[in-house]
């Protein structure tokens, strides 16, 4: 009978039998009640079990940063699981940058950046800080949370659409189908999103690779006092990626020992599915081979952006001029010639 229910609870709790970092983040994700989350089930086809397996190995990938979000909104008071928020936003590129003016993993307005004292300073754009971005974000949604009583879908919701939106919406619709049907099409599919990511958890058993990550440091925010190995300071391509304004600041983020140990792994992680396996996979963790990042300068033209990025010139004007005058500082993801297979 004993044995029975110790296996029940090794079951139920996988962080109890392997310290897991991804079970202890969704422990307490609540249910989902709105009318967002009731999509047609289509019994897990063939092509949903490939789509589950891709997002669960994005959701490996993601392991150190995962550790490293949630221990921020944690110590704030927070629930870990909006440490999903980066995954949805912005993949988790540092310099990711949307048309809207969004930029960093959390995709912080200028507006948020700058009341949580984020600003350009010596054109750089230190939304782009891992650290200092990740502690305005938190703040931000602890504000939002504690505002909306916790309400998970409604904070997605004015994270992605803004408070003031919210706010006006649900003084007409307060917290209803309706409301949630009156939100713009792109904050329903964020809402959907952040929710399939915990159904997709739910639908893997226990053995799956995901559990079996432990809930230790990958990652680490260090000042150059530190008396740490040069190492990971410099020709690191991985704190480079975490780093991507380079070290001009009082804090930055490196791999710890741990991340050497999970990189191990994970390089090992095998898909489940053949079709998958067949696709090109990306073994380095935080491999930005495939785009590199670019600041406007102030000596650059459209017409020289335009040849440089391979747009035309009207999609410069509409995403990269305010004013009549280019955005100089700002970071734009393009696609690399030069592909790198290497991680360090």
């Known amino acids: 009978m004993v044995q029975k229910l110790l296996l029940i609870i090794l079951l139920a709790y996988p962080h109890v039998a392997f310290g897991s970092l991804m079970a202890k983040i969704i422990n307490d994700f609540p249910v989902c009640k709105n009318i967002l989350c009731f999509e047609r089930d289509l019994g897990y086809s063939s092509l949903q079990k490939i789509q589950i397996d891709k997002e669960i190995s994005s959701l490996i990938s ?15 008071g927070i629930p870990g699981y909006y440490a999903f928020i980066p995954l949805i936003e912005s993949s988790n590129l540092p310099t990711a940058v949307s048309s809207a003016g969004a ?6 307005m200028p ?3 700058f009341d949580g004292g984020i600003f350009y300073h010596n054109s750089y754009d ?52 309706d409301f949630f049907l009156n939100l713009p099409e792109e904050t329903k599919s964020y809402i ?32 150059k006092k530190d008396n740490l190995n040069d190492i990971l300071y410099n020709n690191n391509k991985i704190s480079s990626f975490l780093n ?25 992680v095998k898909s489940n599915s053949k079709t998958v396996v ?3 996979q990306n073994k380095c963790f935080f491999d930005d081979s495939y785009q590199t990042s670019y600041i406007i300068k102030s000596t650059d033209t459209v017409i020289s952006l335009s040849k440089l990025l391979g747009k035309d010139e009207l999609l410069i004007n509409k995403n990269y001029v305010r004013d009549g005058k280019l955005k100089v500082g700002m970071v734009i993801r393009m696609s690399s010639k030069k592909l790198d297979s290497s991680c360090f």
């Open 278 to 280: 067949k696709s090109k």
């Open 244 to 268: 991507p304004i380079g070290f001009h600041r009082n804090f930055y983020v490196v791999p710890t020992e741990n991340f050497n140990k999970y990189y191990q792994h994970n390089v090992n």
């Open 126 to 177: 230190y939304r782009h800080d891992l650290y200092l971005s990740t502690m305005v974000a938190v703040r931000h949604i602890k504000i939002l949370d504690e505002k909306y009583f916790g309400n998970l879908a409604i904070v997605l919701a004015a994270y992605n659409w803004g408070g003031a939106n919210v706010d006006r919406l649900l003084k007409k619709f307060n917290n209803t189908d």
């Open 192 to 223: 959907r999103k952040f929710y399939r990511i915990n159904n997709n958890l739910q639908t893997i058993n226990f053995s799956h690779p995901i559990w079996s990550y432990p809930d230790v440091h990958y990652l680490m925010t260090v000042t």
């Open 111 to 113: 507006s948020t950046a």
């Open 103 to 108: 930029s960093g993993v959390w995709q912080l």
């Open 62 to 76: 993601a392991i150190p940063l995962l550790k490293y979000y949630s221990e921020a909104l944690n110590q704030q």
